[in-house]
């Protein structure tokens, strides 16, 4: 985060919930567009009528969480047929044979976690889901695993499956549930711990990047809860203690001395007075600002969140319906993730996710955003760190393509099925209906650019305003085919303000 700035709200005032007199379209298009994915006029008339308090409500309701994390067939697939070709691994009698089959285990787990890719995206893209999907995702960014050293996709679907049943506990409760995550346990290396030679990986995570942060512990305090998470082992992706592995000795972790297993660990750090702030200076970060805010703001929010015994949900409503959030300083100002760019595009568009996986995953690679595929255990920093020039060519290039017509030619078998299973469905609309201008085509050059530019971009700049309404005077476009015909310029204007900076922020 950047260096922290001097703020117009006080920290008194900074965490009490907005006034009532507050909640406006301003506001609540705000909201909408961080804690979700964007705003549209849906949404935000909704929104307005409902207040604060009820659009938290619904945003955050228990519908979403109890749905959980969807499973794809390839990876039911991929469950039944694991142990038989493990088996056959066990039993192959050549080099050859083996090679064959460890090849085909790693083309089932990668289509597996693809599909699994696929399957989030369209379900976090859905309105309804929102809110709810972009709070796993923050959670994931906290609690990191990647799908590059989890190659299983059962593991990886049981990780954010963890975090989905469990996302509005407490969060000591949710670390807990973590530590016995079967693709935690193999991308921290704890099932390579045992009381002869405890691994650190995961006590040191533990501290530095789930609870505490860095700074917050010491060496020893690593060494002696190392031993606490020694013997977690899961067999069939399921968590047990191999007591035989685990050190049951003494520890002393923070100034404390006991028998501790790694619950008690855990419990102990949500002790640590860094533990208060940890959570909401990340929430910061994901949802608000890449510029720190000074420390007494998180202490604030610190004491008031270990007064309620550390609840995920309370410190959502506590987050969202908060002075501070609403600050003029965070407004207009944040990039978008690529995933959060991409839902956004879908959801302004009112369209669906492609079921083509090239059009949807390719995309957000180019981005720098595959969904289980953080760079690190640090998971995505964010910020300025979307933008360079590759990235950006990514997205222009990605509205482009949701504005293409698909030629069902050039498809492959497999694509062609994907397409016509997803018309079976009843979804048709993968890219942008020209039909939805035919209102907006009656309207003049600056109306039309005032309803567009507003549609898609919270206050709108005048040169993007002006800008757009030069565009749509122009008589030609030289080069298109039929470009005079006003329904063309309109979606062509769309597709400049989409591809635009001021779209890029929130």
């Not at 950047?2 to 008194?12: D, G, Q, Y």
């Not at 976090?124 to 906290?142: C, G, M, P, Q, R």
């Not at 996709?153 to 975090?163: L, N």
Request: proline share 5%.
């Amino acid at each position: 985060m950047k260096n922290s700035n001097v703020l117009s709200i006080s920290v008194e005032n900074a965490w009490k919930p907005l006034p009532v007199s507050e909640w406006n379209e301003e506001n609540a298009r705000h909201l909408l567009n961080r804690v979700g994915w964007t705003a549209t006029p849906e949404m935000l008339k909704l929104a307005v009528s409902e207040g604060l308090g009820k659009t938290l409500n619904r945003l955050f309701s228990l519908g979403a969480m109890s749905k959980g994390i969807i499973k794809p067939p390839s990876v039911v697939r991929f469950e039944n047929e694991e142990k038989e070709l493990q088996a056959s691994l066990r039993g192959a009698t050549s080099p050859e044979e083996r090679a064959k089959i460890r090849r085909e285990i790693q083309n089932k787990e990668r289509n597996g976690i693809n599909d699994l890719a696929m399957q989030w995206i369209k379900d976090a893209a859905e309105i309804e889901n929102s809110a709810f999907y972009k709070w796993v995702l923050f959670l994931s960014d906290v609690y990191v695993v990647g799908a590059d050293k989890v190659r299983n996709p059962t593991f990886i679907h049981q990780h954010f499956q963890i975090i989905a049943k469990n996302a509005y506990i407490t969060a000591p409760s949710l670390t807990k549930e973590i530590s016995r995550s079967p693709a935690m346990i193999q991308y921290l290396d704890l099932n390579r711990s045992d009381k002869k030679a405890p691994n650190e990986n995961f006590a040191r995570e533990l501290f530095e990047l789930f609870v505490l942060g860095e700074g917050n512990y010491n060496e020893n305090d690593i060494k002696e809860s190392a031993k606490a998470f020694t013997g977690y082992r899961t067999k069939g992706g399921d968590f047990f203690i191999n007591n035989q592995q685990r050190d049951m000795g003494i520890k002393s972790i923070f100034e404390n001395t006991g028998r501790f297993s790694g619950d008690d660990v855990i419990d102990i750090a949500y002790k640590q007075p860094s533990a208060g702030r940890f959570l909401p200076q990340e929430m910061i970060k994901f949802y608000l600002t890449d510029t720190e805010i000074p420390i007494q703001y998180l202490d604030e929010i610190a004491k008031i969140w270990r007064s309620k015994n550390y609840s995920l949900r309370t410190l959502l409503g506590l987050f969202f319906g908060s002075n501070i959030f609403y600050s003029k300083e965070y407004k207009r100002n944040y990039i978008k993730s690529p995933i959060h760019f991409y839902c956004g595009l879908v959801q302004d568009m009112g369209i669906k996710v492609s079921p083509l996986q090239r059009l949807v995953t390719q995309p957000l690679r180019s981005m720098g955003q595959m969904p289980f595929y953080p760079p690190n255990v640090r998971g995505w920093v964010g910020g300025t760190n979307w933008i360079n020039s590759s990235t950006i060519q990514a997205r222009r290039q990605t509205v482009e393509n949701l504005f293409a017509t698909i030629d069902e030619k050039t498809l492959n078998a497999d694509e062609q099925k994907q397409l016509s299973l997803a018309k079976e469905n009843g979804t048709y609309e993968f890219v942008f209906n020209e039909k939805s201008l035919a209102e907006l085509s009656k309207l003049s050059n600056k109306e039309a650019s005032f309803v567009l530019c507003h549609r898609f971009i919270n206050n709108p700049s005048r040169e993007i305003l002006y800008g757009i309404e030069r565009f749509l005077g122009t008589p030609t476009l030289k080069g298109k085919k039929d470009s005079g015909t006003p329904t063309t310029r309109l979606k062509r204007a769309i597709v400049t303000i989409l591809q635009s900076p001021e779209y890029q922020l929130c």
